[in-house]
């Protein structure tokens, strides 16, 4: 049973900083994609940022120079650095993971099935 746990949601003002961690349990392929999502009230699921098993990423045009996606060695955490933050990165954000012999490593293809999703942690700025 595949579990993502997130963490490091928090209130902040405009212009600081967050880390957001998810850990993945219970996966036991080595190859996997991982990204990070979000959703304000109102508002459809949108792309953050994606990290592939070799290092690539892709960023959402909104978040490009201010957040940064990595991984650990043992590529089963996956963290979202959120730098400058501003109202609207206001969200809950979820995390997301999937074989990457599954599923093609893109906002697209996480969605659309074969991936596992975190509860999510909130982020509020002000």
């Known amino acids: 049973h595949v579990q993502l746990v997130e963490s490091g949601g928090d209130s902040v003002q405009a212009g600081g900083s967050l880390t957001l961690s998810c850990e993945v349990f219970?996966?036991?392929?080595?190859?996997?994609?991982m990204a990070w999502f979000r959703q304000s009230p109102g508002k459809e699921r949108e792309g953050v940022a994606v990290i592939d098993n070799d290092g690539s990423t892709i960023y959402a045009d909104s978040v490009k120079g201010r957040f940064t996606i990595s991984q650990n060695n043992a590529k089963n955490t996956v963290y979202l650095q959120m730098n400058s933050l501003k109202p609207e990165d206001t969200a809950m954000y979820y995390c997301a993971a999937a074989r990457t012999d599954l599923t093609r490593c893109n906002y697209d293809g996480l969605q659309a099935g074969n991936t596992y999703w975190g509860q999510g942690t909130q982020v509020t700025v002000s």
């Open positions: 219970g996966c036991t392929y080595s190859r996997i994609c």
